[in-house]
Each structure stands twice: as structure tokens, then as C-alpha cells.
């Protein structure tokens, strides 16, 4: 039970628990007060009418003891009819002598309106409704009688339903002052909830908001303000972030397209020799290995050549280095140019040494590839500085080839083609060995 009632709690509105709340609060301080005062009324009525009844008793009471006393029983006819026409209160009076037998009944047919003495009525109090009273002799204080006078509550059920009525009004007027305030109460809540609304549409994406600045001075009119100011700072630094972001996006785009570029650089500067632009021996072992592996699980020839520039140290001893390095880089040119195929491969060996790996190409397809290159020296001719024509290099080449077996490596063919070179060497020079 406790928790179906937590649940609908959580279900109602603030301004439904607000309307009710008041409605209820108000009804039960209203209900409170006029119960109080209702009931002060009735009380202050009802004693005011018992003293008036109980004086009146108290009046004739000793009057009718001394006539009764002094046999003076017309005085007391003639004194209680007068007292019945001068009280149109009194409905009706009765005397008896002490025995109980009747020596007076008057009845007020205009006062009694068919009023009935009913005891076992709740409204039936003595003083008000009826009273009873013993004549006592002022000489003796024997009993001689007995007076019995019942009094109209004409009034005070007059004033019990005026009371009532009053009560009425009072509730409906309530009401009505209540439904006013729930309008306006309801009025006020619409307006929050319009904030709220415009609050939860605010997109921050878009930069987004339905609000705009309220002219109310209450505390709606603050809050939305307030959150007008909010979602314009919010704008500005979205757009100032936005603008960060964009900036700082090109940056990155920068710098990772220098990252890239220098990777590249790196890349070609690990793999390249700086003064010739061929590939240098690192990768030259890298790309000799896959080479020797493919021709190994293809059965074709792969054939190497070392090539050494003759009396290149003379060069560099006569000439100078600056000269020396001119003269590696026509070389250079003249190896790649004297290569035909996709498949052939040139890089420097070291120094003045370079090495050829030509794939499925056997010892005269390579030779055909060294005497290209010694036609192409043939053409260069350098010049130094001074003006001094350098006559053109040559080169001694060693070629090995061989298909790869699966027990040989391909430091085999390096060793031969490095034996082969030796032996152009020693055998003159400007020579193509085969091994």
C-alpha cells in the first residue's frame, strides 16, 4: 500500500499536489474556524436564552408561593395569563399544588405553533425548552406547588439554520475564491512548463532554443532570463569551441601530413644511398632474399653481378672527392639506364662497388647487361672545375647465376660473384667475369 502510494506521488505534478494541498489545507482551516465559531455562537445563545427563561422562573416563582400561601388562587390565574400575554415565548404554563393536582394550565396557541414537550428530543434542555421548578413557601419553605413552563426555541432553531445557512455561503464562497486561485495557480505553472519545454527543445548541435528574453519581473520571468543568458553563453563558446576545433583539426591534418612526408623521407632515406639516389645495401639484402626465394620456388635463374669502377682511388687522389662523387653519381645514371626490365635491380654495394640482382635472366642475358653499361661509361666524359677533361671510368664486373636449390642460401651466389670481380681484377680490369 505504501509503495502504490509513493508511486502515484511520483506520478502527480507538482502543481496537481500544490492545487490539492491548498484546496485541502484551506478547507480544513476554514471548516475548523467556522465549527468554532458556529459552536461560541450556539453557546452563547443558548446560555444567554437560559438565563432569560431562568429569570423569568425565578420572577413568579415567589409570587405564585405567596398567593398560593394566602389562598389567593384567581390572583394567580389573573398573574400567570398576564404573564403568558406579556411573553410570547411561553408556550404554555402549568401550576399544581403540592398534592399534583392542577390549579392553572395556560396554553400560548400563537407561541405553540404545534409545539409538542418531546424529552427524549436531544434539543430538549432544561431552561431553554422547558423548566420545572418547585414553589416554596417564603414563610414556611414548605412546598406548596409546582410550576411547570415551556418555553418556544423558535429562535434558536431559527438561528441554528441561519447559522447553517451562513456556513453555506461561507464554503461556497471559499470555493470560489479556491477555483480563482487554482486559475491563476495553473496559469503560473503554464508558464513554467513553457520554460521547461523551451528548456528541453534547447539542441546545443544546433544552436537551437525557443526561448526568448521574458518582460516579467517575478521569478519566472529571472529564471527564463537566466536561461535566455545561458544559452547564449552556451552558443558563443560552441562557436569559439567550434572554431578551435576547426583550427586545431587543420593543424592536425597538417601535421600529420608532415608526419607522413617525413616518414616517407625516412623511409627513402633507409633504403636509398644519399649521394647516387639508388637503393643502398640494407635493402639490397632484404630485396635479394625475396628474390632468392621466388626464383627457389619458381626453378628459374636468378643471376647477380658486382661491379667495381677501376682506379677510382686514382680519381680521387688526382681530382679530389667532390670530383670522386661526381663521377659515382654518372655511373649511377649509367647502370639504371643500361637496365631494360621491371625485374632488374641496381643499388650501391659500397664505395665504388655496386651490385645488379636480375631475376630469371642466366650469365649471357646478364653479360648482355655489363657490356650495356660499358658502352654507356663510353659516352661519359666529365670535366673539373678547373677545365680538365676526366676520361671516361670503366668498370670490372663479376656475374654468378644459378637456379636456387632448397639446401643453398643466397650467400652462395654473392661469394661467387664476389670471386668472379676479383678475378676481373687481377685480370686487368674493364672485364666481364662469369662464375
Same mark, same amino acid.
Given at each position: 500500500?505504501?509503495?502504490?502510494?509513493?508511486?502515484?506521488? #511520483?506520478?502527480?505534478?507538482?502543481?496537481?499536489?500544490?492545487?490539492?494541498?491548498?484546496?485541502?489545507?484551506?478547507?480544513?482551516?476554514?471548516?475548523?474556524?467556522?465549527?468554532?465559531?458556529?459552536?461560541?455562537?450556539?453557546?452563547?445563545?443558548?446560555?444567554?436564552?437560559?438565563?432569560?427563561?431562568?429569570?423569568?422562573?425565578?420572577?413568579?416563582?415567589?409570587?405564585?408561593?405567596?398567593?398560593?400561601?394566602?389562598?389567593?388562587?384567581?390572583?394567580?390565574?389573573?398573574?400567570?395569563?398576564?404573564?403568558?400575554?406579556?411573553?410570547?415565548?411561553?408556550?404554555?404554563?402549568?401550576?399544581?399544588?403540592?398534592?399534583?393536582?392542577?390549579?392553572?394550565?395556560?396554553?400560548?396557541?400563537?407561541?405553540?405553533?404545534?409545539?409538542?414537550?418531546?424529552?427524549?428530543?436531544?434539543?430538549?434542555?432544561?431552561?431553554?425548552?422547558?423548566?420545572?421548578?418547585?414553589?416554596?413557601?417564603?414563610?414556611?419553605?414548605?412546598?406548596?406547588?409546582?410550576?411547570?413552563?415551556?418555553?418556544?426555541?423558535?429562535?434558536?432553531?431559527?438561528?441554528?439554520?441561519?447559522?447553517?445557512?451562513?456556513?453555506?455561503?461561507?464554503?461556497?464562497?471559499?470555493?470560489?475564491?479556491?477555483?480563482?486561485?487554482?486559475?491563476?495557480?495553473?496559469?503560473?505553472?503554464? #508558464?513554467?512548463?513553457?520554460?521547461?519545454?523551451?528548456?528541453?527543445?534547447?539542441?546545443?548541435?544546433?544552436?537551437?532554443?525557443?526561448?526568448?528574453?521574458?518582460?516579467?519581473?517575478?521569478?519566472?520571468?529571472?529564471?527564463?532570463?537566466?536561461?535566455?543568458?545561458?544559452?547564449?553563453?552556451?552558443?558563443?563558446?560552441?562557436?569559439?569551441?567550434?572554431?578551435?576545433?576547426?583550427?586545431?583539426?587543420?593543424?592536425?591534418?597538417?601535421?600529420?601530413?608532415?608526419?607522413?612526408?617525413?616518414?616517407?623521407?625516412?623511409?627513402?632515406?633507409?633504403?636509398?644511398?644519399?649521394?647516387?639516389?639508388?637503393?643502398?645495401?640494407?635493402?639490397?639484402?632484404?630485396?635479394?632474399?625475396?628474390?632468392?626465394?621466388?626464383?627457389?620456388?619458381?626453378?628459374?635463374?636468378?643471376?647477380?653481378?658486382?661491379?667495381?669502377?677501376?682506379?677510382?682511388?686514382?680519381?680521387?687522389?688526382?681530382?679530389? #672527392?667532390?670530383?670522386?662523387?661526381?663521377?659515382?653519381?654518372?655511373?649511377?645514371?649509367?647502370?639504371?639506364?643500361?637496365?631494360?626490365?621491371?625485374?632488374?635491380?641496381?643499388?650501391?654495394?659500397?664505395?665504388?662497388?655496386?651490385?645488379?640482382?636480375?631475376?630469371?635472366?642466366?650469365?649471357?642475358?646478364?653479360?648482355?647487361?655489363?657490356?650495356?653499361?660499358?658502352?654507356?661509361?663510353?659516352?661519359?666524359?666529365?670535366?673539373?672545375?678547373?677545365?680538365?677533361?676526366?676520361?671516361?671510368?670503366?668498370?670490372?664486373?663479376?656475374?654468378?647465376?644459378?637456379?636456387?636449390?632448397?639446401?643453398?642460401?643466397?650467400?652462395?651466389?654473392?661469394?661467387?660473384?664476389?670471386?668472379?670481380?676479383?678475378?676481373?681484377?687481377?685480370?686487368?680490369?674493364?672485364?666481364?667475369?662469369?662464375?
Amino acid at each position: 500500500m505504501i509503495s502504490q502510494s509513493k508511486e502515484l506521488s #511520483h506520478k502527480l505534478s507538482i502543481e496537481i499536489k500544490v492545487v490539492v494541498g491548498i484546496i485541502l489545507f484551506t478547507l480544513l482551516i476554514v471548516f475548523v474556524e467556522r465549527y468554532q465559531l458556529s459552536k461560541n455562537v450556539i453557546n452563547q445563545f443558548f446560555e444567554a436564552k437560559k438565563s432569560k427563561n431562568l429569570l423569568l422562573v425565578n420572577t413568579i416563582a415567589p409570587v405564585l408561593g405567596l398567593n398560593i400561601s394566602l389562598g389567593l388562587d384567581g390572583s394567580n390565574r389573573d398573574y400567570l395569563d398576564y404573564i403568558v400575554k406579556e411573553n410570547p415565548f411561553v408556550i404554555r404554563i402549568q401550576l399544581e399544588d403540592s398534592e399534583g393536582r392542577i390549579i392553572y394550565q395556560n396554553v400560548n396557541d400563537t407561541a405553540n405553533n404545534g409545539h409538542t414537550r418531546n424529552v427524549e428530543d436531544e434539543n430538549t434542555k432544561e431552561g431553554i425548552d422547558f423548566y420545572d421548578k418547585v414553589i416554596i413557601d417564603s414563610l414556611s419553605n414548605a412546598p406548596v406547588g409546582y410550576v411547570h413552563i415551556d418555553f418556544s426555541d423558535k429562535d434558536f432553531k431559527a438561528l441554528q439554520s441561519a447559522n447553517r445557512l451562513l456556513t453555506l455561503r461561507l464554503f461556497a464562497i471559499t470555493f470560489v475564491l479556491l477555483i480563482v486561485f487554482v486559475i491563476l495557480v495553473r496559469r503560473e505553472f503554464r #508558464h513554467l512548463k513553457d520554460l521547461a519545454q523551451g528548456v528541453l527543445s534547447y539542441d546545443p548541435k544546433l544552436n537551437f532554443c525557443s526561448l526568448t528574453a521574458s518582460e516579467r519581473h517575478d521569478e519566472v520571468g529571472v529564471i527564463q532570463n537566466a536561461v535566455v543568458s545561458m544559452v547564449n553563453k552556451i552558443n558563443a563558446y560552441n562557436h569559439i569551441l567550434s572554431e578551435a576545433n576547426l583550427s586545431l583539426e587543420e593543424k592536425i591534418q597538417e601535421r600529420t601530413q608532415e608526419l607522413l612526408e617525413a616518414n616517407e623521407r625516412l623511409k627513402s632515406l633507409s633504403v636509398t644511398d644519399e649521394l647516387t639516389q639508388l637503393s643502398n645495401r640494407r635493402y639490397f639484402s632484404e630485396y635479394f632474399e625475396k628474390t632468392w626465394e621466388l626464383a627457389k620456388r619458381k626453378g628459374v635463374n636468378v643471376s647477380l653481378v658486382l661491379c667495381d669502377i677501376d682506379f677510382f682511388k686514382m680519381v680521387n687522389d688526382t681530382h679530389g #672527392h667532390q670530383i670522386g662523387d661526381e663521377v659515382l653519381k654518372s655511373v649511377a645514371t649509367a647502370l639504371k639506364e643500361s637496365l631494360k626490365r621491371n625485374t632488374d635491380f641496381v643499388a650501391r654495394y659500397g664505395g665504388e662497388e655496386f651490385v645488379i640482382v636480375m631475376y630469371d635472366a642466366n650469365f649471357e642475358e646478364a653479360s648482355l647487361v655489363c657490356q650495356r653499361i660499358q658502352e654507356n661509361l663510353k659516352k661519359d666524359q666529365l670535366v673539373t672545375p678547373e677545365g680538365t677533361k676526366i676520361e671516361p671510368v670503366t668498370m670490372s664486373f663479376g656475374i654468378s647465376s644459378l637456379i636456387p636449390k632448397n639446401d643453398e642460401n643466397c650467400e652462395s651466389i654473392i661469394k661467387n660473384a664476389d670471386d668472379a670481380l676479383y678475378e676481373a681484377k687481377r685480370s686487368g680490369r674493364n672485364r666481364i667475369v662469369r662464375f
